[in-house]
């Protein structure tokens, strides 16, 4: 499957106020599989960014899709399209092992789903701006401010947060409010004060509404242990997962090119704008072809 079109949960809002849902997604190439070996030390957000911009054909009528629009979209859109992405690379069925977590038991287990099968919540609001009220406990006496406007989390977001994540998760909290959050009814403008000022409640409801709000994938799974009989929780980070399944080793990669290269007599760039599948089945074929002059000679 080199290919893969389909309807983001969300969607994306251009600066005419067109909604664009419909999108066509190439599979990684080997040199998306570069990329992603030789920048083990970036961060993930910019990441998701710069190989999103590399696979995504179309989005509506935008075509290329360029970095800036990769890096607008809903945080929800960008999860169900890495998702999809696996999907176009290696295929619906996932086959992983993990640790059973009940303590009595602590047995390998492996566990096998479909990429189909996990959840996709689709915004049922569609818009730019969303606008809420707050609860009289949250708005305290002056009701003035209990109305909120906001926007839902994007890419850019993620990219400018994370480097607060792994040191200080409540001001990364923070600053991700203040560059959602558009304005409260009272006229305080937007920004780390506003934030500061809202009560932990009022912080408390917005973020409870954005959940609510963006669409996105199910983020855990259940699965059972074959050894103890019992169930339990996985968390799905589909990023991480991502991620951790794709990040090739790079002497791998080249070892790959140069035995295609050495064999075929191809060029390097045009092994590495092969996907994945098409030159690991190359491979295989020169692997048995080699295997049968052997047993021949």
């Not at 109305?147 to 480097?163: M, N």
């Amino acid at each position: 499957m080199d290919t893969l079109a389909g309807t983001l949960p969300g969607g994306y809002w251009d600066h005419e106020g067109i909604l664009h849902r419909r999108f066509e997604l190439a599979a990684l190439t080997g040199r998306e599989e570069e990329l992603l070996a030789q920048a083990a030390e970036r961060p993930a957000a910019a990441l998701v960014t710069e190989v999103l911009a590399r696979v995504l054909r179309s989005l509506g009528s935008i075509s290329p899709v360029p970095e800036q629009v990769a890096r607008q979209l809903l945080v929800g859109d960008r999860q169900f399209l890495l998702l999809r992405l696996r999907q176009a690379t290696f295929g619906d069925r996932v086959h992983a092992g993990l640790v059973c977590p009940w303590a009595d038991c602590g047995k390998r287990v492996s566990i096998d789903f479909s990429l189909a099968d996990v959840p996709v919540f689709e915004a049922g609001d569609k818009g730019p701006v969303y606008s809420m009220t707050l609860s009289e406990a949250a708005a305290g006496r002056d009701r003035t401010a209990s109305v909120v406007r906001f926007r839902l989390p994007i890419g850019a977001d993620q990219e400018e947060v994370s480097g607060w994540l792994a040191v200080n998760q409540a001001k990364a909290l923070s600053l991700l409010l203040s560059r959602c959050i558009r304005d409260v009814g009272d006229g305080t403008p937007p920004g780390e004060e506003l934030v500061d000022r809202l009560s932990p409640l009022a912080r408390a409801e917005i973020e409870d509404r954005m959940r609510q709000l963006a669409p996105g994938i199910e983020q855990v799974m259940e699965a059972g242990c074959a050894e103890c009989g019992r169930m339990f929780l996985v968390p799905f980070d589909v990023q991480r997962f991502f991620f951790g399944e794709l990040r090739t080793d790079s002497e791998l990669l080249y070892r790959e090119v140069h035995y295609l290269a050495y064999h075929y007599h191809w060029g390097e760039q045009e092994i590495l704008a092969m996907p994945r599948g098409k030159r690991r089945t190359y491979l295989e074929i020169l692997a048995e072809e080699i295997e049968r002059l052997n047993d021949g000679a």
